[in-house]
């Protein structure tokens, strides 16, 4: 399949974030962030630890209500949905099919004491498959796709490396074709050779499946691989945006020509 | 006007914050003009700015001021003024880039590296790999290599890689940042032949070429870049 970036059907975005915002008391976590993000595209957030992009994500995928402004998506029937008025059964099908969400750590997406295909299977089973051998079929071939030796079908993540765990938590993300993933620090914590397969492999899917895609990240180089867009964030503002090679190879910002500057020679 | 690119004076200047906001003025009044089939070079010692003028109009830096005139999808756009996703689209479908050093992921083969902007535009895997192992076939990059990555690579062989997977696509634009570099003879001159090809083709071409036999080769019009120093 090829990228899917132009073409009418994605002329509209999927997803508007309008004047959003946060605050914790007196805290501001994150202020006035608006954008629209389309169809098969990228969108890496960076910053440093603190800057309040794992916020704005979870603003984003109505996890955490916002303090000020809104977000909306495109649902499947076309038309553009204010997250905050949905039904629990849309919210539902927004979680468990047409959205995918990569926690940085595996244990929390994964369900660590059941079987890697039960994990798979699992998503599929909530959205009313029901014929266990269509079910094991697809959770292998997903397995596959991800480099994980289907021969470990049937054994629980937590005897998985991180790397593989990892690649677990992106199959049972993918397994019911979502068109907008939201991963949170998705290569975190893992070695960097591990990483590379990794970012190799979430380059490909996103390409092949024409996902839309959320990235936080407070890794430029990934964000660099990954994602057509970026915005940098500082102090709960995004304070530059753009292509993401213009960003980081031109970048206006002090902040941003820090963070650039900041990265070691390999 | 049958212009592919046409540019009006575009200006860059860097700020440099980290270094208590020194102005580096880089270009100004940036102004020329390039027809279908031919290859503009653009000439001034090494920090004239020539690879700044490249990088605008591939719209990987800002352009500060002026007008990046490029015609794409029959229309002529502002390249200085677009969004984030018409120059991506402009990059997919109208302007190719040969960079001095290539840029790969780290484990994707060789072949994948040079067929990826072919089958980024939709076309079959299979036809586009064909296609890539053909161009690394005449740019002497032998065959037992195509299945690794390039990052092991010698430097002349990476940027052989590079220039195949920048002349693989039939886009109508090509920038050309010194593509003969770390090149022997015989390379240099598969890569002067593929430029020629280019030019029957109509492609319109900007390059940066130190070598003046190279230069004399595929250049049919030459910009001085020192008449747009910024510098007072």
């Known amino acids: 399949m090829a990228e899917q970036v132009c073409g009418p059907e994605n002329d509209q975005p999927l997803l508007v974030a309008e004047g959003l915002g946060k605050n914790y008391g007196r805290l501001i976590a994150c202020r006035d962030v608006s954008f629209a993000l389309y169809p098969g595209e990228v969108l890496a957030i960076v910053g440093e630890s603190g800057s309040g992009k794992t916020t704005l994500l979870q603003l984003l995928s109505a996890q955490l209500a916002a303090s000020a402004g809104r977000v909306s998506y495109r649902m499947r029937d076309g038309v553009l949905r204010d997250l905050a008025s949905l039904g629990e059964a849309e919210r539902r099908f927004l979680f468990r099919t047409d959205w995918g969400y990569v926690h940085q750590d595996p244990a929390q997406g994964l369900r660590m004491a059941v079987s890697a295909g039960a994990n798979v299977g699992e998503r599929l089973m909530a959205v009313g498959w029901n014929h266990y051998g269509r079910i094991r079929d697809t959770a292998s071939s997903w397995l596959e796709r991800v480099e994980i030796d289907v021969g470990r079908i049937d054994d629980a993540p937590r005897t998985y490396s991180g790397g593989m765990r990892q690649r677990l938590q992106i199959a049972r993300n993918l397994v019911t074709e979502p068109r907008l993933v939201f991963m949170d620090e998705p290569t975190g914590g893992l070695d960097v050779s591990v990483q590379a397969r990794l970012l190799d492999l979430m380059r490909n899917l996103v390409s092949e499946l024409g996902l839309a895609a959320i990235v936080v990240t407070h890794d430029l180089a990934v964000a660099r691989l990954l994602s057509h867009r970026v915005m940098v964030m500082k102090g709960g503002r995004v304070i530059e945006t753009g292509l993401t090679d213009q960003v980081l190879d031109d970048p206006r910002e002090p902040y941003t020509q820090l963070l650039v500057s900041s990265i070691l020679p390999a | ?232």
């Open chain 2, 1 to 232: 006007m049958t212009a592919m690119i046409d540019i009006a004076n575009a200006e860059k200047t860097f700020t440099m914050h980290l270094q208590g906001g020194v102005e580096l003025p880089v270009v100004r009044c940036v102004s020329f003009h390039v027809e279908p089939g031919e290859c503009v070079v653009l000439s001034g010692p090494s920090g004239a700015g020539k690879s700044s003028i490249l990088k605008m109009m591939f719209g990987n830096y800002r352009c500060d001021g002026g007008r990046i005139g490029i015609r794409h999808q029959g229309a002529m756009m502002d390249l200085a003024k677009a969004e984030p996703r018409q120059v991506l689209s402009v990059r997919r479908a109208t302007i190719g880039y040969v960079s001095q050093f290539l840029r790969a992921v780290p484990r994707v083969a060789t072949i994948d590296v040079v067929a990826e902007p072919l089958i980024a535009n939709g076309v079959a895997r299979p036809e586009a790999r064909e296609k890539a192992g053909a161009l690394l076939h005449r740019l002497n990059i032998p065959e037992r290599l195509w299945a690794l990555p390039p990052s092991t690579f010698s430097g002349g062989e990476q940027q052989r890689v590079n220039i195949a997977r920048g002349f693989i696509s039939d886009l109508p634009i090509l920038l050309l940042d010194e593509p003969t570099a770390s090149l022997d003879a015989a390379n240099r001159a598969v890569v002067v032949e593929l430029i020629d090809q280019k030019k029957r083709q109509g492609v319109a071409m900007v390059a940066i070429v130190h070598d003046d036999e190279i230069r004399r080769l595929i250049a049919d019009r030459i910009v001085d870049v020192t008449s747009f120093a910024a510098a007072a």
